[in-house]
């Protein structure tokens, strides 16, 4: 069965400063995407970021990257120049038919 | 830019009562799920469909029923709410097979309470 574990329960940073978010999956598959989703505390789901599984690059969105490392089956993100509205829970999930998602992070941003 | 709508945002149901939890979507997307989130958790597939017609059970379908008979709808029922029942739902449709597209589009999410 696929699972997707995120060790963290709480992180904070400091504005401006960077942050790293751990996740890491179990899977027998070798085609599958990985997401960060951000949920704020208007429980809105919001998509951060996506990586596919056969791309060797790692995903970029402006202040957000991942460093995905396929044969660990782990897939952190990284925050840079974090802001105040970063601040929220975030998950992590991984799939092929459904979406399978982590127990959740929550970043607190500190000005 | 409707997108993902469910309605009621906010339920209190007293232990044996029955409601659903209505999801529509204007994207013409082919694929929809439900979602529920307990407090502190993330977020655990109930049931999905593919299609009109189409459902299929997910992580966690006991005490739940769905049905789709038109592509944008996909309501959710509760038959003999408990209090295990308590939580935040999420309804969320995507145009294909989230592994060909990557992304989900959620509602804003419907929390139920179960007293």
């Known amino acids: 069965a696929q699972t997707v574990t995120q060790s963290q329960p709480e992180m904070s940073v400091q504005e401006a400063e960077t942050v790293t978010l751990s996740c890491t999956y179990d899977?027998?598959?070798?085609?599958?995407?990985l997401f960060w989703y951000k949920q704020p505390p208007s429980r809105q789901m919001i998509l951060v970021i996506r990586?596919?599984?056969?791309?060797?690059q790692n995903a970029t969105e402006n202040r957000f990257s991942v460093n995905f490392q396929k044969a660990a089956k782990s897939f952190s993100l990284k925050i840079s120049d974090s802001q105040l509205g970063d601040a929220a829970m975030y998950f992590c999930?991984?799939?092929?038919?459904?979406?399978?998602f982590g127990t959740g992070t929550r970043l607190q941003v500190f000005p | 830019n409707a997108g993902v709508t469910q309605t009621p945002k906010f339920r209190i149901l007293k232990i044996g009562q029955s409601m659903t939890l209505q999801c529509t979507q204007d994207?013409?997307?082919?694929?929809m799920y439900w979602y529920r989130q307990d407090p502190g958790m993330g977020l655990k597939l109930i049931y999905y469909?593919?299609?009109?017609?189409?459902?299929d059970k997910g992580e966690v379908p006991n005490g739940y029923n769905v049905s789709r008979s038109t592509t944008e709808d996909f309501p959710l029922r509760l038959e003999l709410a408990a209090p295990s029942q308590t939580s935040v739902y999420f309804c969320?449709?995507?145009?294909?097979?989230?592994?060909?597209?990557?992304?989900?589009?959620f509602g804003e999410g419907s929390r139920l309470t179960v007293l």
């Open positions: 994207m013409n997307h082919n694929y």
């Open positions: 990586q596919e599984a056969y791309k060797q």
């Open positions: 899977t027998s598959e070798s085609d599958y995407y």
């Open positions: 469909s593919v299609g009109a017609g189409i459902t």
């Open positions: 969320a449709s995507s145009y294909s097979r989230v592994a060909n597209t990557g992304e989900l589009f």
């Open positions: 999930a991984y799939n092929t038919d459904k979406l399978i």
